[in-house]
């Protein structure tokens, strides 16, 4: 299947909107060459992944490696809309307290400092379980 992207920008901040299945390979390459560059456009991107129905272990690579990239530039990647499958794997793999998760399309996104309203709602983060 498939990775469709597409974008758009609000107030400074970049909505990634991705669909189909990020996996090693085609997926992962194009998926990070794209937020690669907007990440020139812009520092603040959030990565919609409400129609994500599949990732596997190269995808979460992607991912991570985005997140790192963003940070060294001085910015920041945020997921939102997690669907079950996603949301399941980033608890499994406890990537859930690397990234910060909003649950659907309200909220603020914090930049140098200061709030901008976006579209996310804080996602409570998994706790360690005992």
């Not at 945020?78 to 406890?94: F, M, P, S, W, Y």
């Amino acid at each position: 299947m498939a990775l469709s992207i597409t974008t758009n920008k609000t107030d400074g901040v970049i909505v990634v909107r991705l669909g189909g299945a990020i996996y090693f390979g085609e997926e992962s390459s194009s998926l990070r060459i794209r937020v690669k560059e907007l990440l020139e456009k812009s520092s603040q991107i959030v990565l919609d992944l409400e129609n994500i129905t599949r990732i596997d272990s190269g995808g979460l690579g992607t991912l991570v490696a985005l997140y790192t990239s963003a940070r060294k530039m001085g910015g920041d990647i945020k997921l939102a809309n997690l669907g079950n499958h996603v949301k399941e794997i980033l608890q499994i793999t406890r990537l859930v307290t690397v990234f910060e998760i909003f649950a659907n399309g309200r909220g603020r996104i914090f930049q140098q400092g200061h709030s901008k309203t976006l579209v996310c709602h804080s996602f409570p983060r998994a706790r360690n379980p005992a």
